[in-house]
């Protein structure tokens, strides 16, 4: 689509920022809201924006989502964002002003719009798995878990093939659990997934009551999906590369 030499990113920028304040609004805040729209409203506008005053409104996750511009001067933006448990939109005319100040205004009423549904995702079939090997990485992968979340880096690096470097969470997680792993068959080198199981720390000190029961007193457990590159020399598996899983399969 063409942007007809609008500036698309500062004018997306411009209307998220003001869509965090329009879209947040309570009786008690009615007056500090109104002093951050100005920032925002040409001369003459309603400082409210068609705000009554009653009820609540509250939004989270507000990101610029798209534009339409029409001219060098007038587009209109789309914002996502959520209140409760529902995605919308929030669509945002704004005017550029062209002058070399780098200035923008909104120049007329949003509008909420319903944000759309779901895609439906295929099923990817499971590749076939190789159990023997499997088997023989399960251990060596639970190491390198638990050195690659204590930032261990002599253990780490005992299950890195040579001439590679992985940076390691460094104490912010604990390994708590290899979930499962998925080794496809081939030869040497294989791209295996794996599903991690990482204790997360609640950032609170530990009760000094070791039989508490208190759910908050606990970190929390968290299931992270990975793809790793490994590569066997002599009767060892190395890992040569790290990142996200990607799709689910199975």
Do not use: C
């Amino acid at each position: 689509m063409a942007n007809h030499g609008f500036p698309v990113d500062r004018g997306m920028a411009f209307a998220a920022q003001f869509a965090g304040v329009y879209l947040n609004f309570s009786p008690a805040d009615a007056q500090s809201r109104s002093g951050k729209l100005a920032a925002f409203l040409a001369d003459g506008m309603d400082q409210q924006m068609g705000w009554d005053g009653n009820g609540k409104l509250a939004a989270v996750a507000i990101q610029p989502y798209d534009i339409e511009a029409t001219d060098a001067n007038d587009a209109i933006v789309t914002v996502a964002f959520q209140t409760g448990s529902r995605r919308m939109m929030l669509s945002v005319p704004i005017y550029y002003s062209a002058d070399g100040t780098g200035k923008f205004v909104v120049s007329g009423r949003p509008a909420i719009l319903p944000a759309p549904g779901r895609a439906d995702l295929p099923q990817l079939a499971k590749p076939e798995n190789d159990d023997a090997v499997a088997a023989e990485l399960k251990p060596q992968m639970e190491d390198f878990f638990k050195n690659y979340g204590s930032g261990d880096t002599t253990g780490l690096q005992r299950y890195v093939a040579a001439g590679k470097s992985i940076a390691s969470f460094g104490g912010a997680f604990t390994f708590a659990e290899l979930k499962e792993i998925v080794v496809p068959v081939g030869g040497a080198t294989r791209e295996i997934q794996v599903v991690v199981v990482w204790s997360v720390p609640n950032g609170a000190a530990p009760s000094a009551d070791p039989t508490s029961t208190d759910p908050n007193a606990a970190g929390a457990r968290l299931e992270q999906a990975y793809r790793l590159t490994v590569e066997k020399q002599g009767d060892k598996w190395y890992v040569d590369d790290i990142r996200g899983a990607g799709r689910a399969v199975g």
